[in-house]
């Protein structure tokens, strides 16, 4: 017969295991412990020893201290590795295993000493930021208000630019239908990129103490992605409108009478013109053609799309100068231009909405326009049907 046990046997027979167990591990652990006091310790790599700085010898007293590198100063000042950090100071190229074509400025940390307009003579980076923030920022930020602040007071002395003479109701053609598209493609991409362009580089001055940081960072976000895709489409559509208008901007020797009288804006009549007048010709040709062409460019290796250019941190730098300087002079040129575009001049919206105006309007800011076509030379009517006669003006 097979012998039983009590579950209060078996309790005591698992403590007597658990017992020696317990004492066989403490015989080997002190048997171990002799054997690690008997044995001969091995040796050990010197420790850093911490130093007083008040202790620390003065090695400028040392022959050759200022020529000293790395290695020499560390017998005398150890950790002082001031030689290597005066040589990336100067701009000496280090080692970097990153490829040449894509990061040729990997091996050194910090640029070269130049001084830009507006800057001391210090290290590109920092005289590219001391360039902006006290020379393109605050004077580039005064000529827009100053600008804005004219033109409102202009309207606010002399109003809208009424017509002298009643409308005649016959309607002559200023702009075809693509010399509109072509315009409102360009004008849309310049005010997109206009107002992202202002809110990125003014707004913290005064949107983000109103707005707040979380609205103010996702306005910038989202204007910054308009500021992009509105780039493109203003780069394509401001050479259609250069070799659009091209021809009829060139220069003619009766626009010197108009620039000697400023137009007679201030006066009871207009200059007579051509198709544009003086002042649209020298917006044409420093707003449009030098203006642009230099925004373009800049921006262009902004965003690193011209090839075979080596983007360098100084050549970004430049980059950027030159073209806020030549968007904020763009944008004060052009706020003169949509003004008289919009409420400065009663049917000058109408011209461009529908590409026709008055009889009239052609004769009073036109009028050597006006003549050549009503002697035949330009025809009234270059594209499509003629509309109906009216005499409502936008």
């Keep these: 017969m097979a012998k039983t046990t009590t579950p209060a046997k078996e309790s005591l027979m698992t403590l007597h295991f658990v017992r020696q167990c317990l004492t066989a591990l403490v015989v080997t652990a002190a048997s171990w412990g002799v054997s690690a006091q008997t044995a001969p310790a091995p040796s050990a790599a010197p420790a850093v020893q911490s130093a007083n700085i008040l202790d620390i010898k003065d090695a400028s007293s040392d022959p050759g201290y ?46 070269p000493f130049v001084q830009y307009p507006g800057s001391m003579l210090t290290n590109a980076g920092e005289a590219w930021r001391q360039t902006r923030n006290n020379l393109i920022i605050p004077y580039g930020g005064a000529s827009l208000v100053i600008v804005l602040g004219a033109i409102a007071l202009f309207y606010w002395g002399q109003g809208t630019m009424r017509l002298h003479g009643s409308e005649t109701g016959r309607q002559i053609e200023r702009f075809t239908p693509f010399e509109r598209s072509a315009h409102w493609a360009n004008a849309i991409a310049f005010v997109v990129l206009a107002i992202s362009g202002i809110f990125m580089a003014f707004g913290k001055y005064f949107i983000l103490p109103v707005v707040g940081s979380t609205i103010f960072g996702f306005i910038t976000y989202v204007l910054k992605n308009a500021h992009n895709f509105a780039g493109p489409l203003f780069a394509v559509s401001l050479p259609i409108v250069f070799f659009t208008f091209v021809k009829d901007n060139l220069p003619r020797r009766e626009d010197w009478a108009w620039l000697m ?32 062409a230099v925004v373009i ?32 002079v763009m944008m004060a040129m052009f706020m003169g231009h949509i003004y008289m575009g919009t409420i400065g001049m009663q049917g000058a919206y109408k011209a461009m909405k529908t590409g026709y105006v008055d009889e009239t309007w052609a004769k009073e800011h036109h009028e050597l326009w006006a003549n050549d076509i009503a002697a035949g030379k330009i025809p009234a009517q270059r594209s499509g049907a003629m509309p109906e006669p009216t005499t409502r003006s936008i």
Excluded: C
């Design 66 to 111: 200022a020529e000293q590198n790395n290695a020499q100063r560390g017998q005398v000042q150890p950790g002082n590795n001031a030689p290597m950090w005066r040589q990336v100071g100067e701009g000496v190229t280090g080692y970097s295993s990153l490829p040449k074509s894509q990061a040729p400025e990997a091996g050194n940390l910090i640029q």
């Design 297 to 328: 460019a800049s921006g262009l290796v902004l965003d690193k799309l011209i090839p075979g250019l080596i983007y360098e941190r100084a050549t970004m730098q430049v980059a950027h100068m030159i073209h806020a300087v030549a968007t904020v």
């Design 261 to 292: 009288r400023f137009g007679g804006m201030l006066g009871g009549h207009e200059v007579p013109s051509h198709r544009f007048n003086a002042g649209e010709k020298v917006l044409f040709w420093m707003g449009v053609f030098v203006l642009g």
